[in-house]
């Protein structure tokens, strides 16, 4: 998360920030300073606790996640402030001994996919127990979620999930030509052919084939029609 704030300059004061008071709410475990072509040197330079503002600063520290612990039972609690202190000790770098940015650390075999020859399918009946008696449970879906690192495997995952939902699939395609308005030549239609434009991938939009059943959740990040809704929906 970048936190961008407008500082008022109209009190003509020498103090930092006119004398007002800042907040900067992040991890900066996770969200380093983007430099072009900068190696570890430069870029540990650029983030915030290198500034000349850094001892200036008060840091506050959080030790109660209360979404996560409220009415819950003390088991449930236990095992959570568990394994955040094994994320913040992996963040502060104080699993698997001294390093000097590398190390080789340990999971916690909780945490492990022991299936080797089909990890997707273990670690979809590890997130997604008994999912087909829980269909219409809009809670079962909102307190779970699988992350992956690439586009790839989330589509595989995607694929898998929706092969498992009894009906009738549904394919809807993208347009895939380029908008008539444009002056298009000859050249730009042979590099932008429709397989071209199916074939691409990108991260904000879904790609050119999507395949849907009913009742399989669906989740809209983003509203592009505004005037006839709110910005942000979530929806079956």
Request: proline share 5%; hydrophobic share 35%.
């Amino acid at each position: 998360m970048n936190d961008v704030f407008n500082i008022d300059t109209s009190l003509n004061s020498d103090i930092r920030f006119g004398g007002k008071v800042i907040v900067f709410g992040s991890d900066f475990r996770q969200i380093l300073p983007i430099v072009p072509n900068g190696g570890r040197q430069e870029i540990v330079n650029a983030s915030l606790c290198s500034s000349y503002l850094w001892s200036k600063c008060k840091l506050l520290r959080l030790t109660r996640n209360m979404r996560l612990t409220v009415g819950r039972s003390t088991a449930d609690v236990e095992e959570i402030n568990t394994f955040a202190k094994w994320l913040l000790d992996l963040g502060e770098g104080n699993v698997g001994g001294p390093n000097d940015g590398e190390a080789t650390i340990e999971i916690p075999q909780d945490l492990l996919i022991t299936d080797a020859s089909d990890p997707i399918a273990s670690l979809i009946d590890f997130v997604y127990p008994s999912i087909l008696e829980n269909v219409d449970d809009h809670n079962y879906f909102s307190e779970r979620a699988i992350l992956a690192p690439k586009n790839d495997v989330v589509h595989e995952i995607y694929d898998r999930l929706l092969a498992m939902f009894p009906g009738e699939e549904k394919e809807y395609l993208s347009s895939d030509s380029l908008c008539p308005s444009e002056d298009v030549n000859s050249t730009q239609q042979r590099i932008y052919s429709p397989d071209v434009l199916n074939g691409l991938k990108i991260s904000d939009l879904p790609n050119h084939r999507l395949i849907l059943k009913v009742g399989v959740p669906v989740m809209l990040l983003r509203n592009i029609d505004q005037r006839n809704g709110s910005t942000v929906q979530g929806y079956r």
